[in-house]
């Protein structure tokens, strides 16, 4: 069965860059389309965007200038990085697994989820 | 893209059906046939109940289910249990590749 999880540091200095990595365990990264979402605290959940090992990517257009969604193969990991941080970005990120191809917005496998505050 | 709209709350008591409506725009809800529904326990993370539309991934009784009509989705559950009491939140495939989610609804079993 697989599993995802989430890394990454729990805190970020605001204008720095968050960065946060998917370890997908159970299966190949290959086969599927990868998303991550996040929830601030007390708040809905935000889809931020996915991506394809052969590159294929789509962001939020809310934050696409400041997402940049990667996969490495070698390691069965994809990764989120997010520029320009502030106090806005502080939520749980969740790494997930699109359940089709090209994805739908049906998200059948998810990661508990990762904490990040941004604060000085 | 704007945020789908939902009830921020909904309730019902055991045994009793309750629907959850999930509002969006002819380029999202209304355009496509991909709308997913989640249920979000407090400190978990989501789990996929409903997709495209109607569809129930396996495990999911079938107390849960949905429906569409024009911009507005829908989720019903039947026979509504202790457990059901949770966040839902739905989401929608839309134009550009993009997906946007809900507000959220807090569902409360009386």
């Known amino acids: 069965q697989m599993q995802l999880q989430e890394s990454g540091p729990g805190l970020v200095r605001p204008s720095e860059t968050l960065s946060l990595t998917c370890t997908v365990s159970?299966?190949?990264?290959?086969?599927?389309?990868w998303s991550w979402i996040r929830q601030p605290p007390g708040k809905g959940l935000e889809w931020i965007g996915y991506?394809?090992?052969?590159?294929?990517?789509s962001c939020n257009p809310s934050l696409k200038s400041r997402v940049t969604i990667s996969i490495d193969t070698s390691k069965n990991q994809f990764s989120l990085k997010l520029s320009s941080v502030t106090a806005a970005d502080t939520a749980i990120y969740y790494c997930?697994?699109?359940?089709?191809?090209?994805?739908?917005?049906?998200?059948?496998?998810w990661g508990k989820g990762t904490t990040v505050t941004v604060s000085s | 893209q704007s945020a789908l709209t939902q009830p921020p709350s909904a309730s019902g008591s055991p045994g009793q059906s309750v629907t959850i409506s999930c509002t969006g725009t002819?380029?999202?809800?209304?355009?496509?046939?991909?709308v997913s529904w989640y249920q979000q326990h407090p400190g978990k993370a989501p789990k996929l109940m409903i997709y495209e539309v109607s569809k129930r991934p396996s495990g999911v009784p079938d107390r849960f289910s949905g429906s569409k009509s024009g911009n507005t989705a829908s989720l019903t559950v039947s026979g509504l249990q202790a457990e059901d009491e949770a966040d839902y939140y739905c989401n929608s495939f839309a134009r550009s590749n993009n997906v946007v989610f809900g507000g959220g609804t807090k569902m409360t079993v009386l």
């Open positions: 991506s394809h090992y052969s590159g294929t990517t």
């Open positions: 002819s380029s999202d809800v209304g355009g496509y046939n991909y």
């Open positions: 159970g299966g190949s990264i290959s086969s599927y389309y």
């Open positions: 997930a697994r699109d359940k089709h191809w090209p994805p739908r917005g049906d998200m059948d496998v």
